[in-house]
């Protein structure tokens, strides 16, 4: 008779198989049963008790049973696909493309157009609850409410007879809206085409590429390329769209900025590159793949590998004990040498994938998943970066990778061919690194 269990604290929930049936229960820390239920060999593979399962025991526990009740394992895969959309880690919030005032002046009425809402969460998540009223549909043009609604035959015809460039009450401009409601190069090669002028602000000051670098399709970015759209201005600080785009979390448009012959290696004021702000909020590896030099000194004498390095090092953490669950079993996780390791039962503790690390890392140490952002970071640079790079703090860069004791940095340098200094048995306390400064446009 196959069983399956799985203990959470005084909860044990067991699933059997009993006489061609499934039964599914849970035991209480009394001994007795809190909730148990049962359904034959055609209910269950016509998807009972699927849902069930998967949370209390895992996917791997389903498809056994399935297994031995001779099933297909494909007549569970709708329940799967459902499970894991459910369990899936929330990715990390985009910043508004302009303050949350200004998106909701972008938007249109969301009452009557579902498929609207659906685009919007999307696309920009978190911000679709900024739309405005009914009544603030009053404020749009034909053109700009036809941008949002209308099919292409509609929009064509109002742009044979109004003035594309014309601002609607709500401080919107045509173009914007397009850029925002439409996938297609298309609405925004027709706009151009009769006159829509690129590299001007609407009336809330929204440039076209500030709205691009957060929406626009590479079809949409060809079109506004060809159109001569200006990435060179200089913002405040001396930093270019590319900071921008770093600060506001706008990755899929860094390649495109790059294609536009933005500077990727230019520096603002304080020596800093889009580089040294890509540290903080994850976007270091995307720009990586830009090939973007990692050995560039701002204003304080530090490489954007250093800050990296020693960012890592303030967040190190030499203690860690929590209780919790893998594989439906109880858990104790550590920290050793810088590395989160899980203890199942009377087993020794061990190592965990990198994948697997940092998800538990979210879910039980968020101070050991920012040393692990830290981290990655140093891997992709260390893949270029000269490590003999002095610091301003007496040592070659490549002590302070060294000392992070990570196999993820020593297997990169390996494949490099450069020898790391040995770690040092006690590590200098440095003071964390700080972000750099909103930019302004």
């Not at 016509?46 to 494909?74: C, M, P, S, T, W």
């Not at 696909?81 to 998106?103: D, F, L, Y």
């Not at 968020?366 to 692990?372: A, G, K, Q, V």
Request: with cysteine.
């Amino acid at each position: 008779m196959p069983e399956w269990e799985a203990v959470n604290g005084n909860v044990r929930d067991y699933c059997k198989i009993e006489g061609g049936s499934v039964v599914v229960g849970r035991h209480g820390s009394s001994g007795h049963s809190d909730s148990a239920g049962g359904c034959s060999r055609k209910e269950f593979l016509d998807g009972r008790f699927h849902q069930l399962i998967l949370e209390r025991f895992g996917e791997h526990v389903l498809y056994k049973v399935l297994d031995a009740l001779g099933g297909d394992r494909r007549a569970a895969s709708k329940a799967v696909e459902v499970w894991k959309q459910r369990n899936r880690p929330a990715e990390p919030a985009r910043r508004p493309v302009v303050p949350a005032g200004v998106v909701s002046k972008m938007r249109a009425s969301l009452e009557e157009h579902e498929w609207t809402q659906q685009q919007y969460e999307r696309r920009i998540p978190h911000l679709d609850k900024l739309a405005p009223n009914r009544e603030r549909m009053a404020g749009c043009t034909e053109l700009t409410h036809a941008l949002q609604f209308a099919d292409d035959y509609e929009q064509w015809q109002w742009l044979e007879h109004l003035d594309v460039n014309e601002v609607d009450a709500n401080g919107c401009s045509p173009l914007n809206m397009a850029i925002l409601h439409s996938y297609r190069g298309v609405v925004v090669q027709r706009l151009v085409d009769a006159g829509a002028e690129v590299n001007s602000a609407d009336g809330n000051g929204v440039l076209p590429i500030e709205v691009a670098m957060a929406e626009a399709t590479k079809e949409q970015f060809k079109v506004l390329k060809k159109a001569r759209i200006d990435v060179a201005r200089q913002l405040d600080g001396g930093r270019t769209y590319l900071h921008l785009a770093v600060e506001r979390r706008c990755t899929r448009s860094f390649s495109e900025l790059k294609k536009l012959k933005v500077d990727i290696d230019a520096v603002d004021d304080e020596g800093r590159t889009a580089l040294h702000y890509g540290i903080f909020n994850g976007c270091a590896v995307d720009l990586m793949k830009l090939r973007m030099n990692p050995d560039v000194e701002d204003a304080n004498g530090d490489s954007p590998l250093a800050v990296a390095a020693t960012g890592a090092l303030s967040h190190r953490l030499a203690e860690f004990h929590a209780e919790g669950s893998a594989r439906g079993k109880p858990a104790v996780f550590t920290i050793e040498d810088n590395m989160l390791k899980v203890q199942v039962g009377k087993r020794k503790p061990r190592k965990l994938p990198w994948k697997n690390e940092r998800k538990l890392a979210r879910e039980y140490c968020p101070e050991h998943d920012r040393f692990l952002t830290f981290v990655e970071a140093c891997v992709w640079m260390c893949k270029r970066a000269d490590l003999e790079l002095p610091t301003r703090w007496g040592v070659p860069v490549g002590q302070l990778v060294a000392d992070l004791r990570r196999p993820e940095v020593t297997k990169i340098v390996d494949k490099r061919g450069v020898a790391l200094p040995p770690p040092r048995a006690k590590v200098p306390h440095y003071e964390r690194p700080t972000s750099p400064p909103t930019v302004a446009v």
